[in-house]
Nanobody, 114 residues
Framework: QVQLVESGGGLVQAGGSLRLSCAAS??????MGWYRQAPGQQRELVAS???????NIADSVKGRFTISRNNAKNMVYLEMNSLKPEDTAVYYC??????????WGQGTQVTVSS
C-alpha cells in the first residue's frame, strides 16, 4: 500500500518562505511532484520531477519555487520563496509509478497573508 505523507505547510507573510516535504512508501517512482488547489479553483500542477531529474515548473511559480527529490529516500521537496497571497492553496504531493498508477497525499494547507 503506497502512502504519501506531506509536511511543512503553514501560515506565512507575503515575501516569506516555506518548504514542503513528502515522504512516499513503496518502490521508486517515475515522477513525483506537487499540485495545488485554491478554493473554487481546479487543481493545478505546481512542479514535478522525474527520477532522472527532469523538471516541469508552472509559469506562475518559476523563479520562486524549486522542486527536488531524494530518490534513495523516496522523498520530494518544494522550496517556496517570495510567496504571494495568490499562492494560498492546499498543496498535494503526488507520485506516478512505473506501473502507471497515481498516488496522492492528503494535502497540506499553505496560507500567505498580505
Amino acid at each position: 500500500q503506497v502512502q504519501l505523507v506531506e509536511s511543512g505547510g503553514g501560515l506565512v507573510q507575503a515575501g516569506g518562505s516555506l518548504r514542503l516535504s513528502c515522504a512516499a512508501s513503496g518502490s521508486r517512482f517515475r515522477n513525483m511532484g506537487w499540485y495545488r488547489q485554491a478554493p473554487g479553483q481546479q487543481r493545478e500542477l505546481v512542479a514535478s520531477m522525474t527520477d532522472g531529474g527532469s523538471t516541469n515548473i508552472a509559469d506562475s511559480v518559476k523563479g520562486r519555487f524549486t522542486i527536488s527529490r531524494n530518490n534513495a529516500k523516496n522523498m520530494v521537496y518544494l522550496e517556496m520563496n517570495s510567496l504571494k497571497p495568490e499562492d494560498t492553496a492546499v498543496y498535494y504531493c503526488y507520485a506516478y509509478s512505473y506501473s502507471l498508477n497515481s498516488y496522492w497525499g492528503q494535502g497540506t494547507q499553505v496560507t500567505v497573508s498580505s
